[in-house]
């Protein structure tokens, strides 16, 4: 429970920090006077020092309005921090010499002062500077009503219940202390009505803005608060210290409660209920303490949205931002990856690009992924490690991590999280955003999402040929296209069709035959692929568990011709007796396929541990792998695959990447 109110005290004071930043450059040139007074060298004693103690009027008078300066506030925030605000309550507390009073009459003894003279202060915010500013805007018409009321909120309600309820009862209690000792269902009664003071501590920031907004707007508003803040009932304070009063006092009621249970005797009649009003003061606490939380949070979403230049389909008070950094880009068609930046709230995620002249906004907003059918899932990338995918109804980005593996993590989380959480708040989308559930490559989309997502983007590096027709692609005469609802790399002749999508509202795109047939229900006037499968044409499956093995190798010597120095290479569960060879992983036709059985495996002539090579009947291929792991698992599965050996039979299994 400390620890709790520890924790309140520190957002009280986080409170008070923000309100004498906001007024630090409202200060009067007699702002100071105050500051000296506590330091004056002469016999007088200092005035006190926090806003609970009534004034000492003569002292006061022709000093002007006292401004709440740093070291005030400072000194207020170290005495709400350390509970050493009582130590300047207690001089009328003390019992006179001779006599022995108990120690928990004396702490209700010093509630009620304490409680006289919040009422007091009570009275001066609703009675006089809330009601005097309300009469002058009826009449001047100076400026208007609400603004009064906003700034003064419920401090009517709160006057009301301690002047005519609590203070009587408490002063009834104290009174007549002989024959009934005990405070616990008195606080009891007052705890519930606490409540009421997030309401007041929710609204603190917006009526400070709206004071200073109005003093320095307004000269009728001015001219009020100047002479009420001139009077002695006013202490020559000014209105803004007075409302810090409400603030400071619940922290005030609990640490009071804490003392007097703990200087009970055991055997007090009076234990029990002042434990359960301490309980219950304590939550109170953290009811204003959730208001406190809610005001900074919408303060930092006002920040971000500064940040991202107020555009009106993204600014909504009801967002709460879950996590925000910058990430790279994977480009499909870019080697590197680009800079861009996250910003990700409980309904959207917003992928943008720093602005080259940060004037006002400092990011663009390129594009709005809703949380609500988002798929978050790590990706298996060697060139681009810490890599993981967002895929939602608007856009699918491929996306790494710009510092460390536990950042990528992070991400993946926070996003799972946000989708997790919408899936609790709409059934409907329960099918959508239980995780990744793709095809064996984990990149297509399912048949029923095709139009209704957007896709994973194949990126152009990885196929050399088109992913429909196998046909290869060259500079001139075929280019790569992509398919804008299955995300395929493909020629102009596949993808030469057009059909809505939904996830693009409607709006028609290139898609390729395939997408086009299910999508449109329109057959084809020629059927592009009917024609033989030829023995290359098996996709290579990149990453796929049906593969025995696969990864990239190296393909040294002459033997492999224009096929190039690098392949992916697999062995594919379904046909385990032979090798494939590809230009790129999502090749759909093999340049080379070699049938291994009655192969020997052996070992380079070049003296690399990394190299091996496969021999039979004058035939001769020689590969490198990157490490002496990797080939050490490559010369294992392709001596099985000599043997004659299958997956059906007994092994070690798959001994792929």
């Known amino acids: 429970m400390e620890a709790a109110s520890e924790e ?11 309100f004498e930043n906001s007024r630090m450059s409202e200060a009067a040139p007699g702002a100071h006077t105050l500051e000296a007074k506590h330091h004056h060298p002469g016999g007088r004693p200092p005035p006190p020092t926090g806003p609970w103690e009534k004034p000492n009027m003569e002292e006061a008078l022709g000093s002007g309005p006292r401004t709440v300066s740093r070291r005030y506030l400072s000194s207020l925030k170290d005495k709400l921090s350390s509970g050493a605000w009582r130590k300047s309550c207690q001089p009328r507390t003390c019992p006179g010499p001779g006599t022995q009073e108990p ?14 003279a919040y009422v007091a202060r009570l009275h001066l915010l609703d009675q006089v500077f809330f009601q005097e500013l309300l009469e002058e805007a009826r009449s001047s018409k100076a400026f208007p009503e609400d603004v009064v009321r906003l700034i003064f909120s419920n401090i009517s309600s709160i006057y009301q219940f301690h002047a005519q309820f609590f203070l009587p009862e408490l002063q009834r209690r104290l009174d007549d202390w002989t024959a009934t000792p005990r405070i616990g269902d008195v606080i009891q009664k007052l705890a ?25 707007k307004s ?8 002479r009420i803040q001139s009077s002695k009932a006013s202490g020559s304070l000014t209105l803004q210290h007075h409302m810090l009063e409400p603030v400071q006092r619940i922290p005030r009621y609990e640490l009071l409660l804490k003392e007097y249970v703990q200087k009970l005797p055991e055997e007090s009649p009076d234990r029990a209920d002042a434990q359960k009003a301490l309980d219950m003061i304590f939550l109170a606490a953290q009811h204003s303490n959730a208001a406190i939380t809610e005001m900074e949070r919408l303060q930092d979403l006002w920040e971000v949205y500064q940040r991202l230049g107020l555009e009106d389909d993204i600014v909504d008070p009801s967002n709460t931002l879950l996590r925000e950094g910058p990430v790279l880009k994977i480009s499909f068609r ?82 799972q999280a946000a989708i ?26 399912q048949s029923e999402e095709l139009g209704l997502r957007a896709p994973q983007w194949v990126r152009d590096k990885m196929v050399t040929m088109c992913m429909r027709c196998q046909e290869p692609f060259n500079a001139l005469t075929r280019r790569r ?60 499956v990149s990453g796929s568990e049906q593969n025995l093995m696969g990864s990239f190798l190296q393909l040294l010597g002459d033997k492999w011709g224009k096929s190039g120095t690098r392949g992916w290479c697999v062995i594919p569960g379904d046909d385990p007796l032979v090798l494939y060879v590809y230009a790129a992983p999502q090749d759909m036709r093999a340049h ?66």
């Open 192 to 216: 519930p009505f606490l409540k009421m003071y997030s309401e007041y501590v929710k609204n603190f920031e917006r009526a400070a803005e709206l004071l200073a907004t109005w003093t320095d």
């Open 8 to 18: 309140k005290l520190t957002s009280v004071s986080n409170l008070v920090t923000a």
């Open 592 to 657: 080379t396929s070699i049938p291994l059985l009655g192969y020997q495996v052996t070992a380079g002539p070049q003296g690399d541990p990394r190299v091996f090579q496969l021999q039979q009947s004058g035939q001769l291929y020689t590969f490198k792998a990157e490490t002496e792991e990797l080939k050490g698992r490559w010369v294992k599965a392709m001596e099985r695959a000599a043997s004659g050996w299958t997956p059906g039979e007994p092994g070690d299994g798959d001994l792929s990447d």
């Open 219 to 226: 000269p009728s508003f001015q001219e009020v608060l100047t």
């Open 420 to 445: 997790d959480q919408i899936e609790k708040r709409n059934e409907t989308f329960k099918a959508v955003v239980q995780g990744p559930e793709g095809d064996a490559q984990g990149q297509e989309l």
């Open 481 to 540: 296209h992509h398919c804008r609802a299955c995300g395929y790399v493909v020629c102009a002749r596949c993808s030469d069709y057009r059909a809505e999508l939904k996830y693009d509202d409607n709006r028609p795109n290139r898609v390729c035959f395939t997408c086009y047939t299910f999508l449109t229900g329109n057959v084809l006037p020629e059927d592009k692929d009917d024609r033989r499968r030829g023995i290359l044409e098996k996709g290579s």
């Open 103 to 116: 120690e928990e009459k004396r702490i209700v003894q010093e509630l009620l002062e304490t409680e006289q």
């Open 334 to 415: 870019r080697r590197d990856p680009m800079e861009r930046y996250l910003f990700l709230f409980n309904n959207m995620l917003l992928y943008c690009v720093p602005r080259v002249i940060q004037v006002g906004a400092q990011f663009q907003v390129r594009t709005r992924i809703d949380v609500a059918g988002m798929k978050v899932r790590e990706l298996t990338d060697a060139e681009f490690p810490h890599s993981f995918l967002v895929s939602g109804k608007q856009r699918t980005l491929e996306l790494q991590a710009s510092r460390s593996q536990e950042e990528m993590i992070s991400w993946i989380q926070a996003c």
